[in-house]
């Protein structure tokens, strides 16, 4: 039996050849950690790994045992499966024919099923019909009672509309109108009904008219024969007028428009820009009549009025004006006239002396107004450019007499050898009207009053300082200060008194302070004039 078993096991190895797909099912489906069951088994190897010693071969007939009692298992297992399947044919053509029967019995009562399922469609198409039209009913009949509310607000809303106009009260009109508009927004695709298009005309017939008459309004309230200008001492009056008008504006007028409108600003602008035409055209026709006095009281009165704007405005609606550019931020003044003005004696020289040395930086004011109206000042400011050319030639005239007549310092006392007390008045002076010039204008007119200083300063060092240096008779060319600061030996050098030495100290002193002031001033004020060089070649000192 062991030999028949045998030959059968080696006939179906050698005629059952799996594929690598079924063979890798088989795996999945009934795993084995057994290497006889692997797909690739080697019986030497197998052999091998059982007897890897000769030692191990004692244990042959054990193993031998093992794996015939393994193989009788097998055998077994697949007797009674063999066996089991004897009758599977059968049992599977009986639950065949049971399935038919089953399947067609399903078919019959899916049948029966959809049947019935067509008759209650129709039925709920029945049932559903009238609820669609009810649907549209009450859609449409909720649109017309929208509509019709919409209306009946439009036509209440266009008569109280011009019902407020005729009144006059702009505070509701405003909300109201607001209102209206978008209500007739809704009735754009019904324009084609003619109780609809009137409505809307009447709408645009009311804006229409509430803006004409909120300008005539204005113009009732502005009255026009404020806008023209009187002379300039009157200038005081204008702005007085302004400020009242701004105030009654804001009582009245105040609420009826946007806070982000500006209307205030608006209004003083518009009020500046008036005030700046007329003010210049009256100049220009009283040109004669302009005296320095005048000028500076109508300068400082409006400079303060564009003061008294920027602290109540912010200079928003500068900007919306065609061809105004966007105030800038002004940059740091490095302007050392912008101190504070000191008495004009001369006690406070060296106090003087010692700021224009040492100035101090003032910011300048951020004001978005400034020069709004004040501009239409520049092209008059020659009088007042006139005016210290006179006072200065004047004053350079009393230095010479004052000098003349006190006669040179005494020797041995404490003006002996010191600056000249004229100088620091000079200066003192000098700085006042530049102080005056800076808060006009900082372009022409302060080139303009620099460019004469520098006259009389040239005219201080020949008059004063050059004109009254000692006179020798050994120096046919006239005595210099070049001369007096050369060496000279023995016989050649001139011979003077105490006091002549005494007053060519006191020259020469003055004018050292000259060019350092001068030099000073101009390194501090960043302007670059030849003040100082044109001095020094005046009174013939090189620089050290």
């Given at each position: 039996m062991e030999?028949?078993?045998l ?11 799996l ?38 071969l ?54 029966d ?14 049932i ?5 039209q ?22 209440g ?8 106009t ?61 806008s ?27 609420r ?11 209004i ?16 220009r ?42 105030p ?63 006072n ?36 003192v002076?000098?700085k ?23 006259k ?36 050649e050098?001139?011979k ?10 006191s ?15 101009r ?9 100082g ?12």
């Open positions: 030999e028949e078993e030959e059968f096991a080696e006939d179906l190895e050698a005629i059952l050849h594929t690598p797909e079924v063979q890798l099912a088989i795996e999945q489906v009934f795993p084995s950690q057994d290497p006889l069951d692997r797909a690739d088994f080697n019986a030497v190897e197998y052999i091998n790994t059982l007897f890897p010693t000769e030692q191990s004692a244990n042959i007939d054990d193993v031998v045992n093992k794996i015939r009692l393994k193989i009788r298992c097998l055998d077994d297992n697949i007797r009674t499966v063999v066996r089991g399947q004897t009758n599977v044919g059968q049992d599977g053509r009986q639950a065949l024919e049971e399935a038919q029967v089953a399947i067609g019995q399903l078919f019959g009562k899916i049948k099923i959809k049947d019935k399922a067509e008759k209650s469609e129709q039925m709920v198409k029945e559903t019909r009238d609820i669609k009810l649907d549209h009913a009450k859609r449409h009949l909720t649109t017309s009672i929208t509509t019709l509310n919409h209306l009946h607000m439009l036509a809303g266009v008569d109280s509309l011009e019902a407020m005729r009144k006059r009260q702009y505070g509701e009109v405003a909300n109201l109108l607001q209102g209206v508009v978008n209500v007739l927004e809704h009735f754009h695709k019904y324009m084609g009904i003619p109780q609809i298009r009137q409505l809307s005309e009447r709408v645009k017939v009311a804006q229409s008219e509430l803006g004409t008459q909120i300008l005539a309004d204005f113009e009732e309230a502005f009255p026009a024969q404020g023209k200008v009187a002379w300039l001492d009157k200038i005081d009056r204008r702005y007085a007028w302004i400020k009242r008008q701004l105030v009654d504006y804001e009582e009245k007028y105040g009826m428009f946007p806070e982000e409108w500006c209307m205030t600003e608006r003083a602008v518009e009020f500046c820009h008036i005030t700046r035409t007329e003010l210049a055209k009256v100049m026709t009283r040109a004669k009549e302009i005296e320095v006095k005048l000028l500076l009281f109508a300068i400082q009165r409006t400079t303060n009025f564009e003061g008294l704007l920027a602290k109540r405005f912010s200079g928003c609606t500068l900007t919306d004006r065609p061809g105004v550019k966007k800038e931020t002004p940059l740091e003044s490095t302007n050392p006239f912008l101190e504070d003005e000191i008495g004009e004696d001369g006690s406070e020289m060296e106090e003087d002396l010692d700021r224009v040395r040492h100035p101090k930086k003032h910011k300048a004011p951020d004001n978005p107004f400034h020069g709004i109206i004040s501009k239409c000042f520049e092209s008059h400011l020659y009088v007042y450019i006139e005016s210290q050319d006179k200065l030639g004047e004053m350079i005239d009393r230095f010479v007499s004052d000098f003349r007549a006190q006669g040179p310092p005494k020797a041995g006392t404490e003006d002996g050898g010191a600056v000249l007390p004229s100088c620091a008045d000079l200066f002076y000098y006042k009207c530049m102080v005056q010039c800076s808060q006009l204008s900082t372009g022409e007119p302060m080139i303009a009053f620099t460019t004469i200083f520098q009389y300063l040239r005219e201080y060092a020949w008059k004063i300082l050059s004109g009254n240096l000692p006179k020798t008779s050994s120096n046919s060319g006239g005595l210099t200060i070049k001369s007096l600061l050369q060496e000279k030996e023995g016989s050098a001139a003077f008194t105490v006091e002549e030495l005494c007053l060519i100290c020259i020469l002193s003055t004018a050292e302070y000259c060019l350092a002031t001068t030099q000073q001033v390194t501090h004020t960043h302007k670059h004039t030849q003040t060089l044109d001095l020094i070649g005046i009174i013939g000192c090189e620089v050290p």
